[in-house]
Nanobody, 120 residues
Framework: QVQLVESGGGSVQAGGSLRLSCAASGYTISTYCMGWFRQAPGKEREGVATVDGFDTITYTNSVKGRFTISKDNANNTLYLQMNSLKPEDTAMYSC??????????????WGQGTQVTVSS
């Protein structure tokens, strides 16, 4: 059974940093596509960053240069380092995992999410 458990969310002031973690069990993160998503109240879920089984990384434009997605294969954990946070980054952040090595937009497993709140 695949489980994804996020942690690391919290409340910070604009300009601050947070690092989100997604611990995976029953799943080998090094092999497959994984991603971070976020959803703000009243808005649709948005893809933030993905990393595939070939370590190809993509970011949505609004976080480029501020967020970094990475994998710790030894600990089977996905990270999202978030720097220079802005109030518009406020959302519930979730990690997701696919069944394919490459990312094609389909994710089959989801964590429960961790809240990030950025105050101005």
């Amino acid at each position: 059974q695949v489980q994804l458990v996020e942690s690391g969310g919290g409340s910070v002031q604009a300009g601050g940093s947070l690092r989100l973690s997604c611990a995976a069990s029953g799943y080998t993160i090094s092999t497959y596509c994984m991603g971070w998503f976020r959803q703000a109240p009243g808005k649709e879920r948005e893809g933030v960053a993905t990393v595939d089984g070939f370590d190809t990384i993509t970011y949505t434009n609004s976080v480029k240069g501020r967020f970094t997605i990475s994998k710790d294969n030894a600990n089977n954990t996905l990270y999202l380092q978030m720097n220079s946070l802005k109030p518009e980054d406020t959302a519930m952040y979730s990690c997701a995992a696919a069944r394919l090595r490459w990312c094609n937009g389909q994710f089959h497993y989801w964590g429960q999410g961790t809240q990030v709140t950025v105050s101005s």
